[in-house]
C-alpha cells in the first residue's frame, strides 16, 4: 500500500514537472493589444514584446506611403523563451480583403504576405532564390487573380507557406520599396494551416478603435509554432511586412530561441520514477533478507 501511495506521489510530481517544463501562452489571439501593453494613437510602445519596429509615417521623419491605407503603423514580434510559439502583431490602415484605389480604377490593394527567412540570406536582389524569403505567412482573403502574375496560395489566412513564389501584385503604381508583396501558387500546399476556430483562433484580423488620416486601423494579431518553420535551435529570423502596392515596408529580424528538447522533459521525470523503483527493489530485497 504504501508503494502505490509513493508511486502516486512521484507520479504527480513527474507530472507537474513537466507541465512546469512548458511555457503558458503569453498572448491571447484575439486583436487586442492590451496584453501588448500597447495603445495605438496613443502610446505605441511596447512593455511586453522581444521587438518592435513604429513607422507611423504621421511621426517626423517617417516615411510617407501616400495613401493612409497603404500604412504599416508598426510591428511586434515575441516569442515563448525557449518553447513552441512565435507571436507577431502588424498594425496597418490596409482592410483584410483590400480597397479599390481612387487613383487606379479597377485595381484592388491588398495587404501583403508576411515574407520570414531563416538562412539569413535575403537579398533584394535575388529573384531566382525567391529573394532569399523562404516561409510567408498568408494575410489576406482577397481572391485575386492575374494571367501574368498568378493566383493566390490557398488556406486560412495565417497559414504557413515553405518556399512559396514572390511577385509584385500591384505594379502600375507604387513607391518601388519591396520588390515583391505576395505569394502565389506553385502549386504549394501550406505546411502549417492556422486554426479558425473563435474559440481558440491562431490569427485575429480585427478593426480597432483608433483612426489614422481619415482610415481605421486593423490589427494583425497571431502565433505560429516555431516547429512550422522548421526552428530546432536558436537563430534570427529576418520579416518583411508590406502591402500590395509596397508604399510602405517594415523588414527587421529577430532573435528566436529554440524548442527545449523531450529530453529536457524526459530526464527528471525519469529519474523521479527511477529512484522509486531503486527504493521499492531495495525495500523488497531487505523483506526477502529478513524472511
Known amino acids: 500500500m504504501r508503494s502505490r501511495k509513493l508511486l502516486t506521489t512521484l507520479s504527480l510530481t513527474a507530472v507537474m514537472l513537466a507541465v512546469m517544463a512548458v511555457p503558458a501562452m503569453a498572448y491571447t489571439i484575439d486583436g487586442d493589444m492590451d496584453d501588448w501593453g500597447v495603445n ?3 502610446d505605441w510602445n511596447s512593455n511586453t514584446a ?4 513604429v513607422e507611423n509615417w504621421d511621426d517626423p521623419g517617417a516615411h510617407n506611403p501616400g495613401d493612409e491605407r497603404c500604412d504599416i503603423e508598426a510591428m511586434y514580434i515575441d516569442e515563448d523563451e525557449n518553447g513552441p510559439w512565435v507571436y507577431f502583431a502588424i498594425v496597418t490602415s490596409t482592410p483584410e480583403d483590400g480597397f479599390s484605389h481612387p487613383y487606379a480604377p479597377g485595381q484592388t490593394l491588398i495587404p501583403g ?5 531563416l538562412n539569413n540570406d535575403a537579398d533584394f536582389n535575388m529573384p531566382g532564390n525567391e529573394y ?5 505567412v498568408k494575410l489576406t482573403s482577397y481572391d485575386y487573380t492575374d494571367v501574368g502574375k498568378g493566383t493566390p496560395v490557398q488556406g486560412h489566412i495565417g497559414s504557413v ?5 514572390w511577385v509584385k501584385i500591384t505594379t502600375d503604381f507604387a513607391q518601388h520599396n519591396a520588390p515583391f508583396s505576395n505569394m502565389v501558387q506553385g502549386p504549394i500546399n501550406p505546411v502549417w494551416t492556422a486554426n479558425t476556430d473563435p474559440n481558440d483562433p491562431d490569427i485575429a484580423y480585427v478593426q480597432d478603435d483608433w483612426s489614422d488620416g481619415g482610415y481605421v486601423n486593423y490589427v494583425i494579431e497571431m502565433r505560429i509554432p516555431k516547429s512550422a518553420l522548421g526552428i530546432s535551435d ?6 518583411l511586412a508590406t502591402q500590395s502596392c509596397t ?3 517594415i523588414v527587421t529580424s529577430f532573435d528566436y530561441t529554440p524548442i527545449p528538447e523531450f529530453t529536457t522533459i524526459a530526464i527528471p521525470v525519469g529519474m523521479i520514477l527511477g529512484l522509486f523503483y531503486f527504493f521499492r527493489r531495495k525495500r523488497q530485497s531487505r523483506e526477502e533478507e529478513a524472511k
Open 113 to 117: 504576405d508576411l515574407a520570414l527567412d
Open 161 to 165: 507557406f515553405k518556399d512559396p513564389h
Open 40 to 42: 495605438p494613437g496613443s
Open 247 to 249: 508604399n510602405d515596408i
Open 50 to 53: 522581444k521587438l518592435q519596429k
Open 132 to 136: 532569399g524569403y523562404e516561409y510567408g
Open 234 to 239: 536558436k537563430g534570427v529570423l529576418d520579416l
